[in-house]
């Protein structure tokens, strides 16, 4: 029986990422983009209804949710969705974050620990969650730890640009996280649509996260040496520490993950073995980047 898949977005890194991982499997995937009015439910129903989709994948506003001005684009599709895919009865695959949750000194959150956000991305991810929640019954919001990647802006990306330039860095030695993979993130999607394809019921928040956490100091640290060790670098950075509890985001966003692995038997990976290859894709980028400007010039 085929099976069709729609993806909100195949622009940002965890879209692209998704696109890519999606490509190998049996069902298919559609990524409407412009063909679809992102703002409208008709817009989006009539879509689903005349392509016949059986499920939908959302990352779309995931990474924007994270910048200054980007939280509406977040919760906006999530309400279309949940409308859309309440009238079609079709269930909704979203992402979510680890910035649901407050200042509680909770070394891990579960998936029934209230939420608290601290900030504008938290609370714009509590909102399209709620959205959500009271509109489509067969839905699973699955909530991410911090996400690295060769892509975009993120903890790693950051901590490389500012390595290679000889920056000072400053890390917060109280900030505790288990670093995820884009792909890794991916690969947890393609694990529960597979099941769901083949009749899974299994609904509701669930979490995922490397199986190996981590400081933001100690994560810093470990890469710091990894250029080091691969002599990478061509300035000596400054690292500074900090150790203060962080006034604006969880002073944890360690996960449990027992739900997605009770009901999907999902394992979780260590974010240690991925690292060098992404810093050389990050490289290659950068230099591809750079060729390209001079070309232009």
Same mark, same amino acid.
């Given at each position: 029986m085929s099976f069709t898949l729609l993806l909100t977005d195949a622009i940002s890194p965890l879209g692209k990422t998704l696109e890519h991982e999606l490509e190998r499997e049996t069902f298919k995937t559609l990524v409407p983009g412009a063909a679809v009015n992102w703002s409208d439910p008709l817009s989006l129903g009539d879509y689903i209804r005349r392509h016949k989709v059986d499920l939908v994948l959302n990352c779309r506003g995931w990474e924007a949710a994270f910048h200054a001005g980007g939280q509406a684009e977040l919760v906006q599709t999530a309400q279309v969705l949940a409308s859309a895919c309440a009238l079609a009865d079709i269930p909704l695959i979203h992402y979510s974050s680890y910035s649901v949750f407050g200042a509680d000194q909770k070394g891990t959150h579960s998936e029934k620990d209230a939420v608290a956000p601290r900030n504008e991305t938290g609370r714009a991810f509590v909102q399209a969650e709620e959205a959500i929640a009271s509109a489509v019954p067969k839905h699973i919001i699955l909530r991410l730890s911090w996400v690295i990647g060769a892509y975009g802006d993120?903890? %790693?990306?950051? %901590? %490389?640009?500012?390595? %290679?330039?000889? #920056?000072?860095v400053s890390v917060n030695r109280r900030l505790r996280g288990a670093p995820t #993979?884009?792909?890794?993130a991916a690969r947890i999607a393609v694990a529960l649509i597979k099941q769901i394809s083949c009749g899974a019921e299994n609904w509701g928040v669930m979490h995922y996260c490397s199986g190996d956490a981590c400081t933001q100091d100690e994560f810093a640290e470990h890469l710091l040496q990894l250029l080091i060790q691969q002599q990478l670098l061509t300035a000596e950075p400054r690292l500074t520490l900090v150790d203060e509890d962080p006034d604006n985001e969880p002073p944890s966003a360690i996960l449990g993950c027992r739900r997605v692995r009770d009901f999907f038997g999902v394992q979780a990976r260590s974010w240690r073995p991925s690292l060098l290859p992404l810093v050389k894709q990050w490289l290659h980028n950068r230099e591809q980047a750079q060729t390209q400007t001079r070309a232009g010039q």
């Open positions: 993120n903890l %790693l990306t950051r %901590l %490389l640009g500012a390595y %290679l330039a000889g #920056a000072s #993979a884009l792909s890794d």
